[in-house]
């Protein structure tokens, strides 16, 4: 994908140059977990998902893609590693370019909305932690200044996550559509 289209893995309501309203999984499909998909092959023995948006990460995956390795020297079955990373080229940027701007998005914004996500892949995990001024995962990324101390990060998700209670300021809990239509309606009527 060069032009930010839709691809088979980007998540139900992902705005994209070929869904600019957000993916929907009625007229769209839900997106592939490819690990997961894999999960109920016979003979598939090692199955990793990683991603390479901080050297952490990178150090993690080398070790997936060498066990992965090992497992087929091995003839043991079949493995997989995904590898997740961000796409920058829409944005006209480089990969590094790219993550810095989150970063920096993400430490001078006053309010983030952290809707519909598990808040376990990086590096969108990482954005609510900068975002309220939790900067040492700032380290080894070009020392990006952070200009404030604060800002509020409002969950909206089915669940809670990792950043429930401990980064989130609030959790609004039910489907991210419903809620978000519900915030718009009320938006509107203050409006009139």
Sequence with gaps: MTNGQMAPTTPVGARTTTTPFGRNAQTEGYPLRVCELLAGLDRAVFLARGAVTAPKEV??????????FETQEQERGFSLVEILSPCPTYWH???QDALKR???????????LVIGTSAQVEPAA???????GMHSLLRGLGGIPLMKPRCSVIEINWEPTPLTGDVSDFLIQ???GDVLSAIE???REKKR
């Design 59 to 68: 150090r993690r995956l080398k070790q997936h893609i060498h066990h992965a």
């Design 102 to 112: 989150s970063f920096r998005e993400a430490d001078e914004c006053d309010l983030m």
């Design 126 to 132: 990482s954005l609510p932690r900068i975002a309220k």
């Design 185 to 187: 309606q009320k938006i």
């Design 93 to 95: 940027m480089t990969p």
């Design 174 to 176: 039910g489907r991210s």
